[in-house]
């Protein structure tokens, strides 16, 4: 996920970390500069057992598609273990751990879980459930971590930025197939459309309750980018403070077409995220994906 943060305050010291999952799909580089900590999922294949954005990644999922369908499952305990573990040998205090959608996953309900261990590591650990997944998540994890580099807050106005983030995220994204979804049993919420012989992508968002539903339908690949920014479109208030967002699943050229229309159709964004979908997503995407989204400040 690459991203332009619009102002450069000085850093602040952090006791608050934060934690999220490889459906954020925030790359190593950005989350080593931005002290986000990453739990991987697992991915099943006949090929073995694989931890997500760890030993393998969406080009590898495309590849694997062509012969059987992966399955995926949660992170290991071992691994959330290990990473509270680090972020409190790292000096941490704090923990908000923002979990992908539940209506998708149980990662969240895993975490959640694990509050009371955090606490015997002298960590206090607020789990979030943020009913998005992929470059929602991930921009809800980059934007809390420059508040928190920017500015002294405590630790229940953290908390509260967060809320408002989850509230103020909303995502779009198209998918060639639905045939993955369905094999994958993610199917949610969305309706049935016509199948490939008719060319019709749908255009996917989350529910309120964090399940997956269908918002429209259009014929052929050229008209998902117009699509999407107007769905953006029917969701921007002016005058209130935003971020915007990007993400492909195997469409490097056309997502950057898109962030340039969607950046020309809302020049005043406050942060522009772009984001990579990740293998576990990928599972249930397929390729040629391409997702545009906005997240309000306030």
């Known amino acids: ?83 509270l573990e680090r972020i409190a040998k790292d000096g941490y205090t704090h923990v908000i751990a923002l979990m992908m959608s539940s209506g998708l996953s149980g990662t969240y309900n895993l975490v959640r879980q694990s509050e009371e261990t955090a606490e015997e590591l002298g960590l206090t650990m607020k789990a979030y459930d943020t009913l998005t997944s992929s470059l929602g998540t991930g921009a809800i994890a980059l934007q809390l971590s420059e508040y928190l580099e920017t500015e002294m807050l405590t630790f229940e106005q953290a908390c509260r930025r967060t809320e408002t983030l989850i509230r103020g995220t909303t995502v779009f994204f198209s998918v060639d197939t639905l045939k993955f979804l369905q094999k994958g049993g993610r199917i949610g919420k969305i309706t049935a459309v016509a199948g490939s012989v008719l060319q019709i992508r749908p255009i996917l968002a989350f529910a309120p309750d964090g399940q997956l539903t269908s918002v429209a339908k259009v014929r052929g690949r050229k008209l998902i980018q117009d699509t999407l920014i107007k769905l953006v479109a029917e969701k921007y208030t002016p005058g209130r403070r935003f971020n915007l967002m990007v993400a492909d699943g195997g469409a490097p050229d056309e997502v950057k077409e898109l962030a340039k229309k969607l950046t020309k159709a809302f020049p005043g964004y406050h942060n522009l995220y772009r984001s990579r979908i990740g293998a576990t997503l990928s599972i249930y995407t397929g390729g040629g994906v391409l997702g545009a989204a906005i997240q309000y400040l306030d």
Request: hydrophobic share 35%; with cysteine; net charge positive.
């Open 1 to 83: 996920m690459k991203y332009i943060f619009s102002q450069s305050n000085k850093k602040q010291e952090r006791k608050i970390a934060v934690l999220t999952d490889s459906c954020a799909d925030v790359p190593p580089e950005l989350a080593v500069r931005h002290r986000i900590y990453v739990l991987p999922l697992q991915i099943r294949c006949s090929e073995g057992v694989f931890r997500d954005g760890v030993d393998i990644q969406s080009g590898d999922i495309y590849r694997i598609q062509q012969k059987e369908m992966p399955g995926s499952s949660l992170p290991l305990g071992g691994d959330l273990m290990a990473l």
